[in-house]
């Protein structure tokens, strides 16, 4: 069976709101309006108009952002002792390989 649930307008006691709609085998079973708890049965009310989109809260959470820190350096000396080395082996990889000839 095909259990969803998707966001309609539902028309219900004479007034239009946006309800959670659970569908089970795509028909329509339960509705629950948006800022309520419960639900009420699907045979109560009226699917007016899907809506494009679940609707997503107001007030987002506050996320705590970092403070802005200072670049580390510590790596400097590596790349450096590691360039040195790249040079060392490009000048004598020649003379490495006439001695493993």
Known sequence: M??????????HDAVIQPAEVEFVGGIPMR????GMAGSIPAASAELIERLPHPPTPVIRPHLPQQPATEPQRSGSWLWFIG?????????CSGQLFDLIK
Do not use: G, H, P, T
Request: glycine share 0%; hydrophobic share 60%; aromatic share 26%.
């Open 31 to 34: 509705f629950r309006f948006l």
């Open 83 to 91: 360039i040195l080395l790249l040079i060392l082996v490009a000048q």
């Open 2 to 11: 095909d259990d969803r649930k998707e966001y309609w307008w539902v028309y």
